[in-house]
């Protein structure tokens, strides 16, 4: 048994095809077919059906999972080690983050730690909050950042820094003149909000019922860049971190204005309790905690 037809077997499961497999590990099909053949052929059983679409696990195939898996972890973990005594001249790092967290702060972040540490292989994974972490619980993230996310025995929930939560408004609203508002100003407009499972469209939520009224939707979005666009040009309003719109309200796109109830959200690193953190990731960690006290957006140390 190889370490590379694990890799191709986990990589075939979780895309539920030889194509797809085949094009993230940038190898040609009959590859990842021969490698697989193999593996079966050495465990005696069929791990995969093979479908006229794609391939699903077999009992045997499921039953294996979970072990190559951790196989697999374990090997990464014996590379980490070996990349810290070398001093991080090489190595992978996977992170998983939300829209709303790319559109200002981790963009930074991760130049930040490229200048720093060019031979890491940083390979970045956006996503809502719960898929995020779902994706961490599966072991294929090393570590996240995300917000509001609740402690439980399987995650470590380290606080990074405290957002306040802005109203975003086109510039011609007639509310643009003024530098604060209160929230139930906007009690009869329409809402652009994100798509349901995403945190921010929860804090939204929250705040607004907290004000005494439900926010009226006028449109839903996948990021933070199409809510954004969608004020700009008066089809609604919304709530954002100052730090995402704050290009925008230089170049006069939309206005930002602080809120008097100071709602907020809390930036939050996440890890797998237990898991081996290796060197890349506590640097990574690290970085982070440095682009959240030069943003002065109340870091927590």
């Given amino acids: 048994m190889e370490l590379r037809q694990l890799e191709m077997f986990l990589e075939t499961a979780d895309r539920r095809s030889i194509t797809g497999a085949a094009q993230a590990l940038y190898v040609a099909q009959p590859s990842v077919s021969a490698q697989i053949a193999a593996l079966e052929r050495e465990l005696g059983?069929?791990?995969?059906?093979?479908?006229?679409?794609?391939?699903?696990?077999t009992e045997v195939g499921r039953a294996v999972l979970p072990h190559a898996r951790q196989i697999m972890r374990q090997v990464a973990e014996m590379r980490d080690s070996i990349d810290a005594l070398e001093g991080l001249q090489r190595g992978r790092l996977v992170l998983g983050t939300m829209p709303t967290v790319?559109?200002?702060?981790?963009?930074?972040?991760?130049?930040?730690?490229?200048?720093?540490?060019?031979?890491?292989?940083?390979?970045?994974?956006?996503?809502?909050?719960?898929?995020?972490?779902?994706?961490?619980?599966?072991?294929?993230?090393?570590?996240?950042?995300?917000?509001?996310?609740?402690?439980?025995?399987?995650?470590?929930?380290?606080?990074?820094?405290t957002e306040e939560l802005y109203a975003i408004v086109p510039v011609n609203d007639p509310l643009a003149?003024?530098?604060?508002?209160?929230l139930r100003d906007l009690r009869d407009r329409p809402f652009i909000v994100l798509e349901a499972g995403f945190s921010l469209r929860s804090v939204l939520w929250e705040v607004c019922n907290g004000a005494g009224f439900s926010p009226r939707i006028a449109q839903e979005m996948s990021s933070i860049q199409g809510i954004k666009g969608l004020?700009?040009?008066?089809?609604?309003?919304?709530?954002?971190?100052?730090?995402?719109?704050e290009q925008e309200e230089r170049l006069g796109l939309l206005?930002?204005?602080?809120?008097?109830?100071?709602?907020?959200?809390?930036?939050?690193?996440?890890?797998?309790?237990?898991?081996?953190?290796?060197?890349?990731?506590?640097?990574?960690?690290?970085?982070?905690?440095?682009?959240?006290?030069?943003?002065?957006?109340?870091?927590?140390?």
């Fill in 102 to 161: 790319t559109a200002h702060l981790i963009p930074t972040v991760i130049k930040t730690f490229r200048d720093e540490f060019p031979q890491i292989d940083l390979r970045v994974v956006e996503a809502s909050a719960s898929a995020v972490l779902e994706e961490l619980g599966a072991h294929r993230l090393d570590l996240a950042v995300v917000t509001n996310a609740q402690p439980n025995p399987q995650i470590d929930v380290q606080p990074l820094m």
């Fill in 231 to 245: 004020v700009e040009i008066g089809m609604g309003v919304s709530l954002a971190p100052r730090m995402s719109v």
């Fill in 45 to 57: 059983y069929p791990l995969f059906d093979r479908l006229p679409r794609g391939v699903r696990l």
């Fill in 255 to 301: 206005r930002a204005l602080r809120l008097s109830q100071r709602p907020n959200r809390e930036l939050q690193i996440v890890t797998s309790r237990g898991a081996y953190l290796s060197r890349s990731a506590g640097e990574f960690i690290a970085i982070c905690r440095r682009v959240a006290a030069a943003a002065g957006q109340d870091p927590i140390v």
């Fill in 177 to 182: 003149e003024r530098e604060e508002i209160d």
